[in-house]
């Protein structure tokens, strides 16, 4: 069975740090087919895109968090990270990990969501 396990959110103040994480489990992150990404849904908002690896292995931000979060990846740990620097309110969110290949066997593959919340 294929698990994200997301962790690392949490209660932060604004400028505050934190690290995401998210580690496949029965699934093995194949950086040449997989599109590996980080979304967030805050209340009563759509999910958008934070950040995504590309099967190029281009790291693609949204303008949003460019210059503050940055998205790296641990190959032997099989698991991938979202640090984020200069949180804002605005940032205060559920943090969602998806691994999608859009070639056949497609797969798309969310976690369960991490909570982060920017607030004094």
């Known amino acids: 069975q294929v698990k994200l396990v997301e962790s690392g959110g949490g209660l932060v103040q604004p400028g505050g740090s934190l690290r995401l994480s998210c580690a496949g489990s029965g699934i093995l992150f194949d950086f040449s ?52 620097n200069s949180l804002i309110s605005e940032d205060t969110a559920v943090y969602y990990c998806n691994v999608r290949r859009r070639a056949p066997p497609e797969i798309d593959y969310w976690g369960q969501g991490t909570q982060v919340t920017v607030s004094s």
């Open 33 to 84: 087919t997989y599109t590996i990404g980080w979304y967030r849904q805050a209340p009563g908002k759509q999910r958008e895109l934070v950040a995504a690896i590309t099967p190029g292995g281009l790291t693609n931000y949204a303008d949003f968090v460019k210059g503050r979060f940055t998205f790296y990846r641990d190959i032997v740990k099989n698991t991938v990270y979202l640090q984020m």
